[in-house]
């Protein structure tokens, strides 16, 4: 079974984010950036399988600048076999290549490869969408199991545990199929030196965006990007007595 | 403006996303349809057919439908949809799961978690955990919106008389490549998480599963839901469809109480929108207080026996 993980470079979850001033994004100069958490697990997992030999071959793909490679670099660290780079100049966090258009470069890069199976993140952590997976799975015309805490392959098949609201759900899924991750399908390993310098004489291929074929112009124009509503903190109370009395006469919310 | 409404529910009853749906419905025009697509779901189509605002109820019911699985829904979705300017679906894992697949199949770059409908165009949605609100204006024909259920009211379940009409079905197969093995739903007799006027969430502070006990006491003195923080979850002391957070649940109750979390970006994500927020931590400079209206630096297991007892 090959398999087909695509990744995202995005800022780093711990990085607290800085608006620019004129509204037309975050200020990404000089800020740390790192693979998506939900990508890491989708690498994680693509590499047990491999471990476990019912994978052949991890193949990581990102969509970026020419940067972005680094995040292939970490994958194949991780475990994944070679690397595709697709460049595009457009942003890929907010106001520049949205989810369908990733979605139908992936799909390109799907009938180039052959995988049996994609695994990707549920979403990214700058735009926060949550679609790519399912789009693509549509593209293709594949089943899709969204949201997995547990994937195991049965017969032919693959039985995905998916976390649905109130519980979880299971499906059965023919390959070839697009699974994508939640949090706790697994914990990512940390890459070994030794892997990380292994890593570094991997094959990795860059594609130009452009000679996909793929139409990525924009649909939806950001027109601003604010701070939310901030919230202040309110007051400190010394005891219970007095936690229940301001919730009843002065919140009154019991 | 043409919008139609993904009803989100049990195969009985229609989920209270739904009714947040058809709110946000509203803020775009009165001409609103709500699909019910299932198996055996007339009681549903009956139920929404009431509900204020709901100009018409469409049902599409047929044995290909049960489970609602995304691969034999997109497909019917996205052909009946096509004279709508508007689809919307809740930001709910049913609604994230199934719309992306329906936007793609009519190539439309559909909106997620859309928290403010500014015209029929323009719309707001968190990004970055919700560290940043980006205002998007849409050139697709028909646009598809997930909305986040917190940022609109429910609708009236009385005062509508909707027709009910069916759907022709007659054409759909299954998709065939995908099934519904099993469901393992987290049994209850608390308020959904998401729907509560009161949520009580333990942190890591809890310390174990077995302490876990203290924050449900409290949760079902006041009736609430419980909610736990990722770190609770992720030590294994409540299950995961308890995490409020980013990713998570979002919950907006009107009385949120944080006991034992320290209140990291991503938890306040996904409760900072509550009405009142009460704290009770040992560390007084713990990030939860910021957000907090009001605080108690105080050992949980002193105080929560307490609270309990005296509410």
């Known amino acids: ?254 | 403006m043409s919008i139609l409404i993904i009803a989100e529910h049990s195969d009985s009853t229609a989920r209270p996303s739904t009714l947040n749906a058809i709110t946000a419905a509203t803020k775009l025009g009165s001409d609103i349809s709500v699909l019910v697509i299932g198996k055996d779901v007339s009681a549903v189509a009956d139920s929404l057919s009431k509900c204020a605002g709901v100009a018409k109820v469409v049902v599409a019911d047929k044995a290909e439908f049960e489970h609602q699985l995304p691969e034999n829904t997109a497909s019917f979705i996205a052909s009946f949809a096509k004279s709508f300017t508007h689809i919307i679906a809740p930001a709910t894992a049913f609604g994230k799961n199934l719309l992306p697949r329906v936007a793609a199949l009519l190539d439309s770059q559909m909106i997620s978690d859309v928290i403010e409908i500014i015209s029929a165009d323009t719309f707001k949605r968190p990004v970055y955990a919700g560290n940043a609100i980006a205002t998007f204006q849409s050139s697709d024909a028909l646009k598809l919106l997930t909305i986040r259920t917190t940022a609109f009211d429910p609708a009236s379940t009385t005062g509508g008389s909707a027709a009910i009409e069916n759907a022709d079905v007659s054409s759909v197969t299954a998709f065939g490549k995908s099934k519904f093995v099993s469901a393992e739903l987290t049994k209850s007799a608390r308020p959904e998480l998401t729907a509560a006027k009161v949520v009580v969430s333990g942190g890591r502070a809890v310390g174990s599963k077995e302490n876990f006990a203290i924050i449900e006491k409290l949760a079902d003195k006041l009736g609430a839901a419980v909610g736990a923080s990722r770190a609770a979850v992720d030590a294994g002391y409540a299950p995961n469809d308890y995490q409020v957070g980013q990713t998570g649940k979002i919950v907006a109750p009107s009385l949120y109480i944080a006991v034992g979390i320290s209140g990291a970006i991503q938890h306040l994500a996904g409760m900072k929108d509550s009405k009142v927020i009460v704290a009770i931590n040992k560390d007084p400079d713990a990030p939860i207080f910021q957000v907090a209206d009001y605080g108690l630096v105080a050992d949980l297991f002193e105080v929560l026996p307490q609270l309990t007892e005296k509410l």
């Open chain 1, 1 to 254: 079974m090959k398999i087909l993980v695509p990744v995202k470079r995005v800022v780093d979850y711990n990085v607290k984010i800085r608006i620019k001033a004129d509204q037309s994004g975050v200020e990404l100069t000089n800020v740390k950036m790192s693979m998506n958490p939900f990508d890491e697990i989708a690498i994680e997992e693509a590499v047990r399988l491999k471990e476990k030999n019912i994978a052949t071959e991890v193949i990581v793909v990102t969509i970026g600048p020419a940067i972005a490679q680094d995040v292939l670099r970490t994958a194949m660290a991780i475990g994944a076999d070679r690397g595709i780079l697709v460049t595009t100049p457009l942003a890929t966090d907010l106001g520049g290549l949205e989810p369908l258009a990733v979605a139908k470069l992936l799909q390109k890069l799907v009938a180039k490869e052959q995988p049996d199976l994609v695994i990707m993140g549920k979403q990214s952590i700058d735009d926060d969408s949550n679609q790519t997976g399912q789009m693509l799975a549509a593209l293709l015309d594949w089943p899709q199991a969204a949201f997995a805490s547990k994937v195991e392959k049965v017969g032919d098949a693959l039985h995905v545990t998916r976390e649905i609201d109130g519980g979880l759900e299971t499906v059965e899924v023919a390959t070839p199929a697009i699974v994508t991750t939640d949090l706790r399908l697994n914990t990512p390993r940390y890459a070994s030196l030794p892997n990380i310098m292994k890593a570094k004489q991997k094959p990795l291929e860059t594609i130009d965006s452009a000679t996909l074929g793929v139409d990525t112009t924009p649909r939806l124009k950001m027109t601003a990007l604010t701070d939310p509503p901030k919230r202040s903190g309110g007051i400190k109370v010394a005891s219970v007595d007095e936690l229940i009395a301001k919730l009843k006469t002065e919140a009154k919310v019991i």
